[in-house]
């Protein structure tokens, strides 16, 4: 009997490993799933337990390399994230056989994702980690903190234009399933909803503070033992982005704003421990962070976009998901005054 696709990653997973990373497993199981990665879980004979991910054939090795070494960057900065291994030559942070692109990096054992779990002394902790990220990335060599346009993700003219070109494709295309139905009836409900963003946006500061960020920073990628943070996992290569919009996106996650009904205050102690350790990012800039959020999920194109743009298999989870951003953005605008309320509060 053939091998099955599975059987023949694990035998070539296990074959880089002990090649190019010099670990020899003596098992390697399928590890938590990514969104466009397969992930494994290697223990070694004296009990080490490695992380491993792998890239589908036609990743880019250079940005696989550059996630990998901004992450290790990260860890040089005294910010908790899972050490990566280096390669047998001790010169490398990637390799790469047929195709398939591999990083290792340190198992974090005993751990759990932040999202929907910001509990209790779990705000500042976090609050914390993120303000001691965003302070270690401005002295990166990628470049300084500066003012600028808001976030890509709160520009309307693009958002807008891209829902547009969502609706005309479901035109020429007519939805088949009841979420296809759904994601176009929401992307109608987000353009009609426009003006209400141009209102929320109207009082948010016109320049905002854009810096090198972690890239994907949110529940899923942020890993908790106890109430303290584990690890910051998953950076994407280096990219300048809102440091606010990248903090509201983890704080903010909608599975977090569903499931505690007192995410303002968590949020107002989070927003202070952050700025503690990252105090160049302005007080109104941080307040500012739940319309900005706001504005930003009641604009989002994904996972509205998910069929037409073939952005992998439609699950249960991601259909949840959608549903959920959606229901967030109207509980965000529902209680932004309260929330900003007691930012200002925690930041005074």
């Not at 500042?124 to 990628?142: I, P, T």
Request: aromatic share 6%; proline share 7%.
């Amino acid at each position: 009997m053939a091998p099955s696709a599975f059987e023949t990653r694990v035998s070539l997973v296990t074959l880089m490993l002990a090649g190019d990373f010099g670990i020899i497993p003596a098992s390697v199981e399928q590890g938590p799933a990514g969104t466009a990665t397969h992930n494994y879980v290697a223990t070694s004979a004296d009990g080490a337990r490695w992380f491993v991910k792998t890239h589908p054939a036609g990743t880019p090795l250079e940005a696989v390399d550059a996630a990998a070494r901004l992450s290790e960057y990260a860890r040089l900065c005294q910010v908790p994230v899972a050490a990566a291994r280096l390669t047998t030559d001790q010169d490398r942070l990637v390799a790469t056989q047929r195709g398939l692109v591999m990083t290792v990096t340190r198992y974090v054992p005993d751990a759990v994702a932040a999202d929907g779990r910001l509990t209790g002394r779990r705000w500042e902790s976090v609050g914390q980690a993120v303000g001691r990220l965003h302070r270690g990335l401005a002295r990166h060599k990628f470049g300084p903190p500066r003012l600028g346009p808001r976030d890509k993700a709160i520009d309307l003219a693009r958002t807008v234009a891209r829902l547009e070109d969502l609706l005309a494709r479901y035109e020429a295309a007519p939805p088949a399933t009841a979420f296809e139905r759904w994601a176009v009836d929401t992307a109608r409900d987000k353009l009609a909803r426009v003006p209400e963003v141009e209102r929320l946006l109207a009082k948010a500061p016109r320049a905002m503070l854009s810096q090198l960020v972690h890239g994907d920073l949110s529940g899923p990628n942020v890993l908790l033992r106890g109430d303290e943070v584990a690890a910051l996992v998953d950076f994407h290569p280096p990219v300048r982005r809102g440091a606010v919009w990248e903090l509201g996106r983890l704080a903010l996650d909608p599975r977090t704003v569903l499931a505690q009904s007192d995410w303002p205050e968590g949020l107002g102690r989070l927003a202070a421990a952050y700025h503690a350790s990252h105090p160049i990012v302005p007080v109104e800039e941080l307040v500012s962070v739940v319309r900005v959020s706001a504005a930003a999920l009641a604009m989002s194109l994904y996972p509205l976009n998910a069929v037409q743009d073939g952005l992998g298999p439609l699950t249960a989870s991601l259909e949840q998901y959608a549903r959920d951003r959606h229901q967030a953005a109207a509980v965000l605008r529902a209680r932004l005054d309260e929330a900003e309320e007691v930012l200002r509060d925690h930041l005074a």
